[in-house]
Protein backbone atom coordinates (compact mmCIF):
# COMPACT_ATOMS: atom_id res chain seq x y z
CA UNK A 1 0.00 0.00 0.00
CA UNK A 2 1.16 3.40 -0.62
CA UNK A 3 0.85 6.51 1.41
CA UNK A 4 0.74 9.95 -1.09
CA UNK A 5 0.25 13.54 0.61
CA UNK A 6 -0.03 16.02 -2.47
CA UNK A 7 -2.35 15.95 -5.06
CA UNK A 8 0.63 16.20 -7.97
CA UNK A 9 1.68 12.52 -6.57
CA UNK A 10 -1.39 11.00 -6.03
CA UNK A 11 -2.55 12.55 -9.81
CA UNK A 12 0.53 10.77 -11.37
CA UNK A 13 0.09 7.10 -9.73
CA UNK A 14 -3.98 7.15 -10.08
CA UNK A 15 -3.42 8.41 -14.35
CA UNK A 16 -0.79 5.40 -14.40
CA UNK A 17 -2.83 2.74 -12.99
CA UNK A 18 -5.68 4.15 -15.34
CA UNK A 19 -2.95 3.94 -18.57
CA UNK A 20 -2.61 0.07 -17.85
CA UNK A 21 -6.53 -0.13 -18.00
CA UNK A 22 -7.35 -0.42 -14.66
CA UNK A 23 -10.63 1.22 -12.45
CA UNK A 24 -9.85 3.54 -9.39
CA UNK A 25 -12.16 4.05 -7.06
CA UNK A 26 -11.90 6.71 -3.80
CA UNK A 27 -13.02 6.17 -0.54
CA UNK A 28 -13.41 9.78 0.73
CA UNK A 29 -12.88 9.77 4.74
CA UNK A 30 -12.29 11.74 7.74
CA UNK A 31 -10.16 9.07 9.27
CA UNK A 32 -11.08 7.25 12.55
CA UNK A 33 -12.38 4.32 10.45
CA UNK A 34 -14.40 2.27 11.66
CA UNK A 35 -16.33 -1.15 9.60
CA UNK A 36 -18.57 1.25 8.09
CA UNK A 37 -15.91 3.11 5.97
CA UNK A 38 -14.42 -0.65 5.67
CA UNK A 39 -17.96 -1.90 3.76
CA UNK A 40 -17.17 1.09 1.65
CA UNK A 41 -13.57 -0.31 0.55
CA UNK A 42 -15.03 -3.34 0.16
CA UNK A 43 -17.84 -1.97 -2.13
CA UNK A 44 -15.57 -0.09 -3.89
CA UNK A 45 -13.53 -3.37 -4.83
CA UNK A 46 -16.86 -4.92 -6.27
CA UNK A 47 -16.24 -1.56 -8.94
CA UNK A 48 -12.67 -1.11 -9.44
CA UNK A 49 -9.26 -2.61 -9.28
CA UNK A 50 -7.71 -0.40 -6.82
CA UNK A 51 -9.28 1.81 -4.30
CA UNK A 52 -7.46 4.51 -2.75
CA UNK A 53 -8.60 5.59 0.76
CA UNK A 54 -8.47 9.30 1.31
CA UNK A 55 -7.74 10.65 5.09
CA UNK A 56 -8.40 14.36 5.67
CA UNK A 57 -9.85 16.02 8.34
CA UNK A 58 -11.55 19.12 6.87
CA UNK A 59 -11.35 21.96 8.91
CA UNK A 60 -14.09 23.78 6.19
CA UNK A 61 -17.24 21.18 7.58
CA UNK A 62 -16.79 21.53 10.76
CA UNK A 63 -18.95 25.06 12.54
CA UNK A 64 -17.19 25.00 15.71
CA UNK A 65 -13.90 24.94 16.46
CA UNK A 66 -13.52 22.56 19.83
CA UNK A 67 -15.58 19.83 17.57
CA UNK A 68 -13.01 19.75 14.97
CA UNK A 69 -9.99 20.13 17.60
CA UNK A 70 -11.59 17.12 19.05
CA UNK A 71 -12.39 15.36 16.46
CA UNK A 72 -10.08 11.69 16.87
CA UNK A 73 -7.53 11.26 14.35
CA UNK A 74 -5.33 7.94 14.95
CA UNK A 75 -4.03 8.07 11.81
CA UNK A 76 -1.36 4.78 12.36
CA UNK A 77 -4.32 2.88 13.23
CA UNK A 78 -6.08 3.93 9.91
CA UNK A 79 -3.02 3.28 7.64
CA UNK A 80 -3.02 -0.63 9.71
CA UNK A 81 -7.13 -1.14 8.76
CA UNK A 82 -6.44 0.35 5.64
CA UNK A 83 -3.60 -2.16 4.47
CA UNK A 84 -5.55 -4.87 6.42
CA UNK A 85 -8.65 -4.40 4.12
CA UNK A 86 -6.19 -4.28 1.20
CA UNK A 87 -6.45 -1.02 0.29
CA UNK A 88 -4.22 -0.23 -2.85
CA UNK A 89 -3.04 3.79 -2.10
CA UNK A 90 -3.99 6.06 0.95
CA UNK A 91 -4.02 10.18 -0.04
CA UNK A 92 -3.65 11.80 3.12
CA UNK A 93 -2.95 15.65 2.83
CA UNK A 94 -2.00 18.06 5.33
CA UNK A 95 -4.10 21.02 5.73
CA UNK A 96 -2.07 23.45 4.42
CA UNK A 97 -1.33 21.24 1.41
CA UNK A 98 -5.27 21.18 0.79
CA UNK A 99 -5.44 24.83 1.67
CA UNK A 100 -2.01 27.12 0.98
CA UNK A 101 -1.85 30.29 2.34
CA UNK A 102 -4.19 32.37 -0.03
CA UNK A 103 -6.54 30.50 -1.00
CA UNK A 104 -9.96 31.53 -1.87
CA UNK A 105 -12.27 29.23 -4.12
CA UNK A 106 -15.07 27.45 -3.13
CA UNK A 107 -17.50 25.10 -4.49
CA UNK A 108 -21.18 26.40 -3.51
CA UNK A 109 -23.65 23.18 -2.58
CA UNK A 110 -27.03 24.87 -4.14
CA UNK A 111 -30.31 25.05 -2.35
CA UNK A 112 -30.03 21.01 -1.50
CA UNK A 113 -27.86 22.43 1.86
CA UNK A 114 -30.81 24.86 2.82
CA UNK A 115 -32.55 22.32 4.28
CA UNK A 116 -32.38 19.22 6.51
CA UNK A 117 -28.67 19.40 8.18
CA UNK A 118 -28.20 22.73 6.67
CA UNK A 119 -29.89 25.62 8.79
CA UNK A 120 -28.35 23.31 11.83
CA UNK A 121 -24.52 23.68 10.17
CA UNK A 122 -24.09 26.65 8.20
CA UNK A 123 -21.55 26.41 5.79
CA UNK A 124 -21.07 22.93 6.31
CA UNK A 125 -21.85 21.45 2.89
CA UNK A 126 -20.04 24.36 1.32
CA UNK A 127 -16.87 22.61 3.07
CA UNK A 128 -18.18 19.18 1.78
CA UNK A 129 -18.26 20.51 -1.59
CA UNK A 130 -15.29 22.04 -1.91
CA UNK A 131 -13.16 19.42 -0.15
CA UNK A 132 -14.58 16.26 -2.43
CA UNK A 133 -14.22 18.92 -5.68
CA UNK A 134 -10.20 19.01 -4.61
CA UNK A 135 -9.88 14.91 -3.75
CA UNK A 136 -11.71 13.97 -6.87
CA UNK A 137 -8.97 16.57 -8.71
CA UNK A 138 -6.20 14.80 -6.94
CA UNK A 139 -7.41 11.26 -7.12
CA UNK A 140 -8.64 11.42 -10.39
CA UNK A 141 -11.31 8.33 -10.24
CA UNK A 142 -13.49 6.68 -11.92
CA UNK A 143 -16.12 5.58 -9.16
CA UNK A 144 -16.34 6.69 -5.89
CA UNK A 145 -18.63 5.57 -2.51
CA UNK A 146 -20.36 7.47 0.37
CA UNK A 147 -22.58 5.57 2.97
CA UNK A 148 -25.76 6.30 3.14
CA UNK A 149 -25.45 7.43 6.50
CA UNK A 150 -24.82 10.92 5.58
CA UNK A 151 -27.87 11.18 3.19
CA UNK A 152 -28.22 14.80 2.25
CA UNK A 153 -24.45 14.98 1.61
CA UNK A 154 -24.91 11.97 -0.29
CA UNK A 155 -27.57 13.27 -2.69
CA UNK A 156 -25.40 16.95 -3.00
CA UNK A 157 -22.39 15.12 -4.02
CA UNK A 158 -24.37 13.44 -6.90
CA UNK A 159 -25.70 17.37 -7.91
CA UNK A 160 -22.72 18.46 -7.61
CA UNK A 161 -20.75 15.35 -10.05
CA UNK A 162 -24.20 16.05 -12.42
CA UNK A 163 -23.82 19.85 -12.65
CA UNK A 164 -20.17 19.98 -13.01
CA UNK A 165 -19.40 17.31 -15.33
CA UNK A 166 -16.86 15.38 -13.90
CA UNK A 167 -17.76 12.21 -15.11
CA UNK A 168 -17.40 9.92 -11.76
CA UNK A 169 -19.61 7.56 -10.60
CA UNK A 170 -20.95 8.29 -7.41
CA UNK A 171 -22.10 5.18 -5.35
CA UNK A 172 -24.32 5.17 -2.13
CA UNK A 173 -23.31 2.58 0.33
CA UNK A 174 -26.25 0.88 2.68
CA UNK A 175 -26.00 2.06 6.31
CA UNK A 176 -23.54 -0.32 8.62
CA UNK A 177 -25.58 -0.94 11.86
CA UNK A 178 -24.25 -2.22 15.61
CA UNK A 179 -25.96 -5.19 16.28
CA UNK A 180 -28.94 -3.05 18.37
CA UNK A 181 -29.38 -1.40 15.22
CA UNK A 182 -27.23 1.90 16.04
CA UNK A 183 -25.79 3.74 12.60
CA UNK A 184 -22.12 3.09 12.76
CA UNK A 185 -20.08 6.56 13.24
CA UNK A 186 -17.16 7.96 14.85
CA UNK A 187 -18.61 9.94 17.21
CA UNK A 188 -20.00 6.83 18.98
CA UNK A 189 -17.27 6.73 21.04
CA UNK A 190 -18.20 10.10 22.72
CA UNK A 191 -21.30 8.84 23.81
CA UNK A 192 -21.63 7.87 27.63
CA UNK A 193 -23.40 4.32 28.77
CA UNK A 194 -26.42 5.43 29.19
CA UNK A 195 -26.92 7.90 26.02
CA UNK A 196 -25.18 4.73 24.10
CA UNK A 197 -28.38 2.70 25.29
CA UNK A 198 -30.46 5.69 24.13
CA UNK A 199 -29.49 6.35 21.13
CA UNK A 200 -31.22 2.99 19.93
CA UNK A 201 -34.09 4.75 19.26
CA UNK A 202 -33.20 6.41 16.19
CA UNK A 203 -32.99 3.50 14.21
CA UNK A 204 -36.24 2.01 16.21
CA UNK A 205 -37.48 4.84 15.64
CA UNK A 206 -37.07 5.05 11.95
CA UNK A 207 -37.90 1.37 11.30
CA UNK A 208 -41.39 1.96 13.00
CA UNK A 209 -41.91 4.98 10.51
CA UNK A 210 -41.27 2.81 7.44
CA UNK A 211 -43.23 -0.02 9.14
CA UNK A 212 -46.41 2.34 9.29
CA UNK A 213 -45.77 3.19 5.21
CA UNK A 214 -45.30 -0.75 4.45
CA UNK A 215 -48.80 -1.38 6.19
CA UNK A 216 -50.36 1.22 3.75
CA UNK A 217 -49.80 4.54 5.15
CA UNK A 218 -48.58 7.40 2.46
CA UNK A 219 -49.43 10.78 4.62
CA UNK A 220 -46.10 12.14 5.40
CA UNK A 221 -47.30 14.31 8.34
CA UNK A 222 -48.21 10.45 9.60
CA UNK A 223 -45.29 8.57 9.19
CA UNK A 224 -42.85 11.23 10.43
CA UNK A 225 -45.59 11.55 13.66
CA UNK A 226 -44.90 8.08 14.00
CA UNK A 227 -40.78 7.98 14.26
CA UNK A 228 -40.95 11.51 16.10
CA UNK A 229 -43.42 10.78 18.68
CA UNK A 230 -40.57 7.33 19.43
CA UNK A 231 -37.63 9.84 19.77
CA UNK A 232 -39.51 12.22 21.57
CA UNK A 233 -40.36 9.93 24.31
CA UNK A 234 -36.88 8.92 24.93
CA UNK A 235 -35.85 11.39 27.77
CA UNK A 236 -31.98 11.51 26.90
CA UNK A 237 -32.66 12.85 23.22
CA UNK A 238 -33.48 16.44 22.34
CA UNK A 239 -34.79 16.02 18.84
CA UNK A 240 -33.19 18.53 16.31
CA UNK A 241 -36.20 17.43 12.79
CA UNK A 242 -37.60 14.54 11.76
CA UNK A 243 -38.21 14.74 8.02
CA UNK A 244 -39.79 12.72 5.20
CA UNK A 245 -38.39 13.79 1.69
CA UNK A 246 -38.01 13.25 -1.47
CA UNK A 247 -34.15 10.79 -1.82
CA UNK A 248 -33.44 12.88 -4.87
CA UNK A 249 -34.17 16.35 -4.02
CA UNK A 250 -34.79 16.27 -0.68
CA UNK A 251 -37.77 18.35 -0.76
CA UNK A 252 -41.08 17.40 1.54
CA UNK A 253 -43.53 14.99 -0.36
CA UNK A 254 -47.18 15.14 -0.79
CA UNK A 255 -47.45 11.33 -0.52
CA UNK A 256 -45.08 8.40 0.78
CA UNK A 257 -43.87 6.64 -1.99
CA UNK A 258 -40.72 3.78 -2.52
CA UNK A 259 -38.24 7.32 -3.01
CA UNK A 260 -39.13 8.96 -0.10
CA UNK A 261 -36.65 8.87 2.79
CA UNK A 262 -37.32 9.52 6.80
CA UNK A 263 -33.87 11.54 8.12
CA UNK A 264 -33.79 12.38 11.95
CA UNK A 265 -30.88 14.17 13.90
CA UNK A 266 -31.37 14.02 17.63
CA UNK A 267 -28.68 14.99 20.43
CA UNK A 268 -27.88 12.52 23.29
CA UNK A 269 -25.45 14.18 25.89
CA UNK A 270 -22.61 16.48 23.96
CA UNK A 271 -23.01 14.10 20.61
CA UNK A 272 -25.18 14.54 17.77
CA UNK A 273 -26.38 12.15 15.95
CA UNK A 274 -28.22 11.52 12.57
CA UNK A 275 -30.01 8.72 10.80
CA UNK A 276 -32.03 7.63 8.09
CA UNK A 277 -34.18 4.69 6.39
CA UNK A 278 -35.93 4.39 2.61
CA UNK A 279 -39.17 3.80 2.77
CA UNK A 280 -38.62 1.52 -0.42
Known amino acids: MQVFTTPTEMRAWTRARRADGRRVGVVPTMGALHRGHLALVDAAFERADDVVVTIFV ?9 DF ?5 PIDDDLARCEAAGVTAVYAPTASTMYPSGYQTHVEPGDLADR ?6 PGHFRGVTTVVTKLFGATDPDVAMFGRKDF ?8 MVADLDLGIEIVGVPI ?17 DDDRAAAVVLSRALGAARDAYLDGETDPAVIVDVAARMIDAEPRARTEYVELVDGT ?13 VLTAAWFG ?10 G
Open 176 to 192: VREHDGLALSSRNVRLT
Open 69 to 73: DSYPR
Open 152 to 159: QQLAIIRR
Open 270 to 279: DVRLIDNVAL
Open 116 to 121: LEGPMR
Open 58 to 66: NPLQFNQSA
Open 249 to 261: TLAPVDRADDDAV
